[in-house]
């Protein structure tokens, strides 16, 4: 789940964005699961995927990706950055 080190050896920061987030209690119609994550964006990094259905069919999916460098970009203004992906039909019934 890390990019380019042992998860274990990630820093604290980031181990606890990862446990919070394979914790997380959804919708039983949401299914998320774990995904390659990037490895050239950040020293650490997780990426889950997420699908939404409805009786067998599909409403959204998407991809929830945290990055983590704790050398602190200065285009960051912090460790961490998000990047989020969804797409979803607007009106199902059309």
Not at 11 to 18: G, I, L, Q, W
Not at 29 to 47: D, G, I, M, Q
Request: net charge negative.
């Amino acid at each position: 789940m890390t990019a380019s080190r042992d998860p274990e050896a990630a820093p604290e920061d980031f181990r606890r964005a990862r446990a919070s987030l394979q914790a997380a209690k959804l919708r039983p119609e949401v299914v998320l699961s774990e995904a390659p994550a990037p490895t050239r964006l950040a020293p650490y990094a997780l990426a889950m995927t997420a699908e939404v259905t409805s009786d067998g069919i599909e409403l959204a999916t998407g991809r929830f990706v945290v990055l983590h460098d704790p050398a602190e970009p200065a285009e960051w203004a912090g460790t961490f950055r998000l990047v989020t992906y969804v797409r979803a039909d607007l009106d199902p019934e059309a």
